[in-house]
C-alpha cells in the first residue's frame, strides 16, 4: 500500500541524504519525493510517498523521528488532506491538431507554456488520478517528454500546520 | 622535542572582546574538550590533523593515547566509554585515518556506545575534487552514527562539539563524527565555552507513560511464573540497583542479554545468566515458560530470539526501551514502554509498592535456579578429557576464581573464546565485561582493555582472546607498553578460527574452509619483542600456576594457552541452521 509522509527537517545541506539514506537502507522504494522549504525558512518539508506495509510504515516513521535533523514526521495516509502536483508534458503534435490539445487544456485547467514546430509543452498541476487522465489523453499523440515533481501534501483545517 | 616557537603560541591566545580569548579553531576544539570534563583522547595524526596536534601540543589537561591503527583508537575509546560510563574521544586525520575508524564507530553504533570521533578533512575550497587523503566520512559513517556534523565555520565549533557530547551521552547512547576540515581548524575564533543545547528535534523520553507503567504493573502483579530479560540499556541507564529492587520485589528471575552480562548480579539466586542463541539453556528455558516477561533496555535480537515467531510463545511481553524504534521492531510487546530504564522501573516499583499482595512465586524460582544448576554446558563438565592441550573448562573456572579474588574488569575478542567467556565467567557488576555484541568485531578485546585500564587504573584488566582475533588488532600491543598499562592477555590458542570451524563442521560437512591459521606467530616472543612479558602452557598440570603468575605480574603479560581444535561451543543453532547434528561437542 502507498503511503504519504510529510516530514519537517532541518534546511541544511545533507538532511535529504540522511532521510533518503535511511529509508534505502531499511530496504524500501521511494515512490515519489518532492522537498521544499517551509514558511519558516529554517525548515523544509519533505513528502514522501512510500510502498510499504502498516508495520513497516510505523519503523521508518520512528527511524525518522531518531535523525536529529527531523523535527517532526506526520503520516498522512489516512488524513483529510490536499494532493499536488505539477507536470510537464511535451506532446507531439502538427499545427493542424494544436487546437484540440489547446481545448483539453482548457478543460484541465493547464497551461501551454512553450509552443514548438512540432511539439506542445504543457504544464499542469493536480493531483494524481488528473495528471494521469491527462497522460492518457495526449498518450494519442505521442509523448516526447514528462518531467514531474513528485506529490507535495497537506492536511486539511487547521489541525495540523 | 621541545618547542621552539613561542612567538605562535602568544599569537594563538589573545584577549578579545567580552572575556572571550581569542585562538584557532584547532585550539578552540581543544579547549571545549576540555570544558567536557575530557581526561583521554585515542588518535594518530596526520596532514590534515596537524592543526590538532599543534595545539594538543598546548594542552595540559589531556591526555593523548598514540595508538598503532586509528581502528584500535575507536575500540580503546569504546573501551574507555564500556568501563566508565564517560563518553570515548577519538582523534584522527581524514581519508585513510578516517576509513580506518570505521569498524570501530560500527561496533559503538551497535553496542550504543558514547563516541565522539573528531576527523581531520581537507580544506573546505578543495572537498568534492578527490583531493589527497579526501573522503567524505560524514557520508560513509551515515548508516552508523547517531549523528555527524562537517564543520563549515570555524564559529561554530565550540556549540558543534557541545552538541556533539549532548546527543552521544543523552537518550541512547551512540557515536558522533565531527568531521573538521583544515582551515575550519586553522581559522581564528573568539572562544567562549558553549553551555546550552538548542536542539528542538532532539529530546528523549525519560519518564514512562504512566497509564502504559500502570498496565505493566497489573500484569506483573498477576503473574504467576514473571521474568526480567534485561540488556545493555540497564548498563547505559545506570538501572543496576533499581533492577535489583524490582527483581526482589516481583521475586522473578532474571535473564541477561550478552550486553546485559553484569548488569544483574550472575551470583544472586534469581541470575539466571545470559539468554540466547550461546546463552544458557536454563535460561532460555525459562523464557519459554514465563507468562509474563519484563523486558528492559533489550532490542530482541536475533542472538537473543533465535526464529522470532518461536520466541516465548505463551508469554505478555512488557517492553521498556528509551528508543521508540526499538519497540516492535523485532517482537511486538503487549505493553511498550517508552522511557529511560532506570526512571521507569522507579516508577514500577512505585506502582507495585501500590499492589495487594503479589502471587507466590517461589514454586518458580526453585525451579528455575533447580534448572539452573544443572545446566552445565558439555564443554565444562568435570574431568571431560580433551584429545589435545588444555581443557576450556579449566582455563575459565581458573580464570573464575582469579577474578574473583580482585576488582576486574573482562574484555573478549569475538568467537568461540568470547562465547565461553559469557557463558563461564561470573560477572557481579556492569561495565565489568566489555565485549562486541551487535558487530561480533574481532580486534575489539585489547584496545578495549587499553581504553578500559586507561579508565580504571585500579583494576584489573583481562582480555580473553582467541588466537585468530589478537592478530586483527596486535599492534596495539605497543600502546600498551608505551603507556605503562598491566593488561593481561589469555589467547585461546587453538591454531585457527574456531568459531568458524565449528561452524563448517555443524553446517557444511566439516568442510574447514581457510579456518586454520598456518604460521601464527610465536606468541611469547610476540609478547617480548613488544616488551610484554609471554608465557606458554599447553599442560593441565601447569595452567593454574600459569594463570596465577599472569595476573599477578606487574606489567602488560600475554599467556598463550594451547586448547583442543575440536573443542566447541554450546549452541542452540540447530534450530536457526536447521542442521541435524548435535549441538554442543560431541565426544
Keep these: 500500500m502507498l503511503y504519504t509522509l510529510s516530514i519537517l527537517v532541518d534546511n541544511q545541506a545533507g538532511v535529504l541524504t540522511r532521510v533518503t539514506s535511511l529509508i534505502a537502507r531499511r530496504g524500501f522504494n521511494i515512490e515519489s519525493l518532492a522537498v521544499g522549504v517551509t514558511e519558516n525558512p529554517t525548515l523544509s518539508r519533505i513528502t514522501l510517498v512510500v510502498d510499504a506495509d502498516a508495520r513497516s510504515v510505523e519503523q521508518i516513521s520512528k527511524q525518522l523521528n531518531k535523525l536529529i535533523n527531523v523535527h517532526k514526521v506526520s503520516d498522512l495516509t489516512d488524513e483529510s488532506r490536499t494532493d499536488r502536483e505539477l507536470a510537464l508534458f511535451k506532446v507531439s503534435t502538427t499545427p493542424e491538431r494544436r487546437h484540440e490539445i489547446i481545448e483539453m487544456c482548457d478543460v484541465f485547467r493547464a497551461n501551454i507554456v512553450d509552443v514548438g514546430r512540432n511539439t506542445l509543452t504543457i504544464e499542469a498541476t493536480g493531483d494524481e488520478s488528473k495528471l494521469a487522465a491527462m497522460e492518457g489523453l495526449f498518450r494519442e499523440y505521442g509523448i516526447r517528454e514528462v518531467a514531474r515533481t513528485g506529490r507535495i501534501s497537506l492536511a486539511r483545517g487547521g489541525a495540523r500546520d | ?587
Design chain 2, 1 to 587: 622535542m621541545e618547542r621552539t616557537d613561542e612567538k605562535a603560541q602568544v599569537a594563538a591566545f589573545a584577549d578579545a572582546p567580552g572575556g572571550a580569548i581569542r585562538m584557532n579553531g584547532a585550539h578552540a576544539i581543544i579547549r571545549s574538550l576540555e570544558d567536557e570534563g575530557v581526561s583521554y583522547l585515542f588518535g594518530y595524526p596526520g596532514g590534515q590533523a596537524l592543526a590538532l596536534y599543534d595545539a594538543l601540543y598546548d594542552s595540559r589537561k589531556l591526555t593523548h593515547i598514540l595508538v598503532r591503527h586509528e581502528q584500535g583508537a575507536v575500540h580503546a575509546a569504546d573501551g574507555y566509554a564500556r568501563a566508565t560510563g564517560k563518553p570515548g574521544i577519538a582523534i584522527v586525520t581524514s581519508g585513510p585515518g578516517a576509513t580506518n575508524t570505521i569498524t570501530g564507530i560500527a561496533c559503538a553504533y551497535m553496542d550504543s556506545v558514547p563516541l565522539i570521533v573528531i576527523t581531520g578533512q581537507v580544506e573546505t575550497s578543495v572537498i568534492g575534487t578527490d583531493a589527497f587523503q579526501e573522503t567524505d566520512i560524514t557520508g560513509v559513517t551515515l548508516p552508523i552514527t547517531k549523528h555527524s556534523y562537517l564543520v563549515k565555520d570555524t564559529q561554530d565549533l565550540p556549540r558543534v562539539i557541545h552538541e556533539a557530547f549532548h546527543i552521544a551521552t543523552t537518550g541512547r547512547p551512540g557515536p558522533v563524527v565531527i568531521d573538521v576540515p583544515s582551515d575550519i581548524a586553522a581559522g581564528s575564533i573568539d572562544y567562549r565555552p558553549c553551555t546550552t543545547i538548542e536542539l528542538p528535534s532532539y529530546k528523549p523520553t525519560i519518564k514512562g507513560n504512566a497509564r502504559q507503567v500502570k498496565q505493566a504493573a497489573d500484569l506483573l502483579v498477576h503473574a504467576q511464573r514473571p521474568l526480567l530479560l534485561v540488556g545493555g540499556g540497564i548498563v547505559a541507564s545506570g538501572a543496576t540497583d533499581r533492577l535489583r529492587m524490582l527483581a526482589s520485589c516481583l521475586h522473578a528471575p532474571v535473564a541477561t542479554t550478552l550486553m546485559g552480562k553484569g548488569a544483574f548480579p550472575e551470583d544472586d539466586a534469581r541470575a539466571l545468566g545470559v539468554a540466547g542463541v550461546y546463552g544458557r539453556p536454563s535460561a532460555n528455558a525459562a523464557i519459554a515458560d514465563a507468562d509474563v516477561i519484563l523486558a528492559i533496555g533489550v532490542r530482541f535480537s536475533d542472538r537473543v530470539t533465535g526464529p522470532v515467531e518461536g520466541f516465548a510463545p505463551d508469554a505478555h511481553i512488557i517492553h521498556i526501551d528509551i528508543d521508540p524504534a526499538e519497540i516492535g521492531k523485532n517482537v511486538v510487546p503487549e505493553v511498550p514502554i517508552v522511557g529511560d530504564a532506570d526512571t521507569v522501573i522507579g516508577q514500577l516499583i512505585e506502582r507495585l509498592g501500590k499492589a495487594a499482595d503479589m502471587p507466590d512465586t517461589s514454586d518458580w524460582l526453585r525451579g528455575a535456579a533447580e534448572l539452573r544448576a544443572q545446566d552445565v554446558p558439555p564443554c565444562f563438565v568435570d574431568g571431560r578429557a580433551v584429545r589435545a592441550g588444555i581443557a576450556v573448562h579449566q582455563v575459565m573456572r581458573t580464570l573464575n576464581g582469579l577474578l574473583a579474588e580482585r576488582e576486574s574488569i573482562v574484555t573478549t575478542e569475538v568467537g568461540q573464546h568470547q562465547m565461553w567467556a559469557s557463558q563461564f565467567l561470573t560477572r557481579s557488576q556492569p561495565r565489568t565485561f566489555l565485549t562486541s555484541g551487535g558487530l561480533g568485531a574481532m580486534g575489539f578485546g585489547l584496545p578495549a582493555a587499553i581504553g578500559a585500564q586507561l579508565g580504571c587504573p585500579d583494576r584489573s584488566v583481562v582480555c580473553v582472546a582467541g588466537d585468530g582475533s589478537i592478530q586483527m588488532n596486535v599492534q596495539e600491543m605497543a600502546t600498551a607498553t608505551a603507556n605503562g598499562l598491566p593488561i593481561k592477555v589469555i589467547v585461546l590458542d587453538n591454531a585457527g578460527l574456531g568459531m568458524v570451524r565449528q561452524l563448517q563442521e555443524e553446517t557444511y560437512g566439516s568442510r574447514y574452509s581457510q579456518t586454520v591459521l598456518p604460521a601464527c606467530p610465536d606468541f611469547v616472543k610476540l609478547a617480548e619483542a613488544y616488551g610484554w612479558q609471554g608465557a606458554r602452557v599447553s599442560d593441565a598440570d601447569a595452567l593454574d600456576d600459569a594463570l596465577a603468575r599472569l595476573l599477578a605480574s606487574e606489567g602488560p603479560a600475554l599467556l598463550d594457552v594451547v586448547i583442543d581444535p575440536d573443542e566447541f561451543v554450546f549452541s542452540q543453532m540447530e534450530e536457526a541452521y536447521a542442521s541435524d547434528s548435535d549441538t554442543g561437542r560431541k565426544e
